[in-house]
């Protein structure tokens, strides 16, 4: 039997009134990261691994692992996230895009990864990660 | 009972309710003057914590004579366990705790 590997891709985005410097600075100063996203130890250091960690619910212990990918001041953020609830192991991709405007920002969150199928064969394995790199590179090639 | 996710994202956004949740799952059906033993809040604040969880589809209830039972009902999880559905209700949520934080900052 063949697996296919599924992709999944959520997009959020909003202009807010506020500088990209600001906006900024929520999304990479741990103490102001803590009051809307959860608590965490997070650097803007390319390489840096830290978790969030949240309220544990049902059958899920509350933490995600991450690891940054790229950080481009003002512009761009960018950190693997992959969570340990079964129904959501989804290795995953969070992308932050800042854009200034005559208003503010232009604040875009895309966040993009693939589920494998459940007993899956090396080919599902293999196209899975495949695609999941060849997401990372799409993030790291457009940093370059 | 259909729901949708970001409403039951947003019954378990209070921790009074997920407490109240938890100790149903944990410990069985629960009359809400059992409950409001066990919780830090009124016998009203319980009941009205109840019916957002019910709303939600995360409880259910009976009736017992006089006493209303409530236990947990896991199948109202299910929204949650669709990763688009819970990532895009989580970030939505997120997005606006984000503007609020920013609001606060000052300049």
Redesign the interface.
Known sequence: MTTAAET?S?V?E?E?S?PPE??W??LTETS?LD???MKNDFRPVVGHKFSLRT?P??NWNGIIDCEVLAVEPHRRLSYTWVSGID??R?QSVVTWTLKATSGGTL?R?E?SGF?ADQGQNYQGAKYGWQLFFGGLERVLGGLA | MRTRPDAVFRS?AD?TR?ALLERL?QKGEHTVGALTGHANVSQPAVSKHLGVLKAAGLVEDRRDGRETHYRAR?AG?AP??G??T???AF??D??T??????KR?G?
């Open positions: 999944l959520v959020t909003k807010m506020h600001k906006v600075r929520a102001l009051e809307w996203l309220q619910v049902g129904a959501l989804v604040v969150m966040q589920r | 378990l921790p997920r799952m896991p999880f949650l366990f990763w688009l819970f990532y895009s970030w939505n997120r997005f705790r984000l503007e609020d934080l920013l900052m300049p």
